[in-house]
C-alpha cells in the first residue's frame, strides 16, 4: 500500500507537466496531417463503419435491427468507442516507460508519470469519440438530459483500473518480452467477450456469465448506459460494482508493487 500511495502522489504533485505533455503530444502526433487532429474522429468512425459492415449487414443480416432496445448502429458506437478508449488505454500505458526510458534516465522524472500522460492522450480522443454519441443521443432523446453526467463517472472508474494495468504491464513488458504479445490477445479476446456489437441481456447465460466477469463489459455499459439506455440510472448491480472496484483496488496496488520494484532496475533488463 505504501507503494500505491508513492505512486498516486506522484500524480498528483506533476498533474501540470502531465496535462502539458498530453497537449503536447497530441498537436505533434497530427502535426504533418492535413487534418490534423480531425483523425481523433474520422479514424473511429472508420472502423465504425467496417464494424457495421461485418456485424451489422454481414453476420446480423440486417443493420435495422435493435439491440437492448437502440438500433444495432448507435448500440455498436456506444460499445466501440469506450472500448478503443480502453485498449488503446492499456496499449500506450504498456509502452510507455519502454519507449521512453532515455527520458527517465535524463531527466527527474517518475516513471509512472509517463502512464497518466498516456490516458490523458487517450481521453482526449475519447472525448471527441464522445462529441459524436452526444449529439446522436440528444437528437434522437435516448436518456434525459442529466445521465449525460454519469459519463464523469465513467472516467473516474476507468482511469484507476486502466492505470493499475498499464503500472503492472509497463513493467512485465521490459521484464518478460513475451508479456507484450499476451497482451495483444488478451485484449483481441476481450474485445468479443464484451457487449460491443452484441446485447448483454439477449446474450446465452453462459456468455453473460462471461461478460460479467470481465472488468470492461462494467465500463462499457456504464458508459452506454449514460447515453443510450434510458433505464436502469445506473448498470450493473451491487454486485457488480463490488466485483469491479475490488477488481480495481487489486490491479492498482498489484501494480504499485511491481512498478516500485523494478523501477530502478529496468535499464538492466534492455
Avoid: C
Avoid at 503536447?24 to 483523425?39: C, I, P, T
Amino acid at each position: 500500500m505504501k507503494a500505491l500511495i508513492i505512486i498516486l502522489r506522484e500524480q498528483i504533485e506533476n498533474w501540470q507537466q502531465i496535462l502539458q505533455l498530453a497537449v503536447y503530444n497530441m498537436k505533434s502526433q497530427y502535426s504533418n496531417h492535413y487534418l490534423g487532429v480531425f483523425w481523433n474522429i474520422l479514424q473511429p468512425m472508420m472502423q465504425v463503419g467496417v464494424y457495421y459492415l461485418i456485424f451489422g449487414l454481414g453476420l446480423r443480416g440486417g443493420g435495422d435491427r435493435l439491440v437492448d432496445g437502440a438500433p444495432f448502429i448507435v448500440h455498436l458506437i456506444s460499445g466501440l468507442f469506450p472500448w478503443l478508449f480502453i485498449s488503446q488505454s492499456i496499449n500506450s500505458g504498456a509502452n510507455a516507460i519502454q519507449s521512453n526510458l532515455s527520458l527517465v534516465t535524463k531527466m527527474k522524472f517518475p516513471s509512472s508519470v509517463l502512464l497518466s500522460i498516456s490516458f490523458t492522450n487517450t481521453l482526449f480522443n475519447l472525448l471527441f469519440m464522445t462529441s459524436i454519441l452526444f449529439v446522436v443521443s440528444v437528437l434522437h432523446g435516448y436518456v434525459p438530459f442529466w445521465k449525460y453526467s454519469l459519463f464523469i463517472y465513467f472516467i473516474i472508474a476507468a482511469f484507476p483500473a486502466i492505470f493499475g494495468i498499464s503500472l503492472l504491464m509497463s513493467s512485465l513488458v521490459i521484464v518478460i518480452r513475451d508479456t507484450k504479445n499476451v497482451l495483444q490477445n488478451v485484449l483481441r479476446l476481450g474485445f468479443f467477450m464484451t457487449p460491443i456489437f452484441w446485447g448483454l441481456s439477449s446474450a446465452q447465460p453462459i456468455l453473460q456469465t462471461i461478460a460479467r466477469l470481465n472488468p470492461f463489459t462494467y465500463l462499457v455499459e456504464i458508459y452506454r448506459s449514460a447515453f443510450v439506455h434510458h433505464s436502469p440510472m445506473l448498470y450493473g448491480t451491487a454486485a457488480d460494482h463490488f466485483y469491479y472496484w475490488s477488481f480495481t483496488l487489486l490491479v492498482l496496488t498489484l501494480g504499485a508493487l511491481v512498478h516500485h520494484r523494478f523501477k530502478d532496475r529496468l535499464l538492466d533488463f534492455l
